[in-house]
């Protein structure tokens, strides 16, 4: 899995732990981090006077590091800190500043302003004092930078402890947390920037969403090759259109539309296959189908899920959607492939999977262990579970997707993907990966079907080398 690592507060110490036992001592690290986050503030900040924070404990450290090799460049620094500093490292790293330390309640802003108060180690809100002196000292500075974290925020779940300034910067270090990309803690920072500590990140089982390499079809590829879709339409037939344009736009050699009523508009290229049979049968025999995609459209009821029922007898890897998610509570997952994708939406998750406690990411993680599919969480970020632990989390993507008919464009670019990998987990994130491009290609106050329009290119652009088109 590509994509930068995302560690709970846990797995960094862990890391940091195994760093520790190779020999390298806890306040290198310290210095590490220190040096890559002043080489960041002093690229944007230059010599303006800066006020850095520091706290009790590492993140505390941190900042005496910072603000040493700050002034070594010769930026006016000062120091305010909350009171002792009550970690080895931290003291070590106070000890090497030579320059005044203020308190914080009493110290005066300067332009840029450094938080260094409470990284991974916050336990509770910081007391309403504290977090609102932090707010009018980042109010009074022309930048702001967190170093890890914004203090008073939750690492694990994203939660705002108590209330924070926001950042122009937050430099996270040795790897993201899942603060930096959950709502509503990842929404305080304009950019965050991940420094590398050494600190060994290749196993790390949650990831950011990185960009997906395709591949053009090969050179003797023919359409049952390239990957069979099938799209079974129900009460709506324009979502299950929505949803077939997009699984041929999205790399899908051959899309079968099998549905009750005819669809007129459609491009010539999907093939409509007319359902008479409630159960699909023989429109859904046909062994070289490489996906088949429920839900969009489908409608509830009994007739739903006899539909879902006897579309998912088949045993093609399979997209369920919309209302076959809904229909998934009647039938149970025992019925799902071995290979599937869910996309249900915060709504439809919580319909399908009941209140499932913990953070995003771990309610995520169980539905896909339950289930023992492939979980779409979808909103402006979504979350990408498999059952084997992977987790991809994307970066937000455009807010015009909050329109109708996006969720069947996915639903259909899922199941494209899926006929063309044959890997559930890798196709939910090439799917999720390009339907954000395209959003962004297709700018402002775009339709579904623009969006649809815009993923050529979006495959286009992530074409590997080598590959022709
Ligand atoms: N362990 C290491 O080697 C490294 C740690 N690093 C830094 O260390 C940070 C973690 O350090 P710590 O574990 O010391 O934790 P923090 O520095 O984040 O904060 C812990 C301290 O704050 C106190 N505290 C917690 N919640 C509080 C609250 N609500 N009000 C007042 N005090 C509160 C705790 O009692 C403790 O003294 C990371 O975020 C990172 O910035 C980096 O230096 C990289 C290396
Ligand atoms: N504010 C937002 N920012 C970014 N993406 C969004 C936002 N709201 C919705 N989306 C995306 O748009 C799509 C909407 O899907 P869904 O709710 O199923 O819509 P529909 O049923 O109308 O097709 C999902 O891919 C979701 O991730
Ligand atoms: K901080």
Redesign the pocket.
Known sequence: MTGAAILSAAEMRAAEAELFATGIPEYDVMERAGAVAAALIWRVGGLRDTLVLCGPGNNGGDGFVIARLLRTQGVPVRVATTGDSRTPSARQARMLWDGPVDDIGDTAPATLLVDALFGTGLTRGIDDALASRLRSLAGAARKCFAIDLPSGVSTDDGALLSVPPHYDMCIALGALKPAHVLAPAADLSRQIVCADIGIDTSSAMTRLLGPPILHAPARDAHKYTRGLVAVVAGDMPGAAALAACSAAHGGAGYVRLVTPHPISGLPHAIIQIADHEPDSRNALSDARIAALLIGPGLGRGAAAVARVRAALTHGHPAVID?DALLALRETGFDLLPGKAILTP?MGEFDALYGQVSGTWLARAQEAAQRSKAVVIL???R?IIAAPDGRIAVSS????W??T?????V?AGLCAARLAVTGDPFRAACEAVWL?GDAARRAGAAFVADQLIAALPAAIAARLSKGSSC
């Open positions: 919309a939406h979808k909103g402006a979504s937000p993507a455009s807010s997707l909050s109708a008919g996006t969720g069947d996915l339907d």
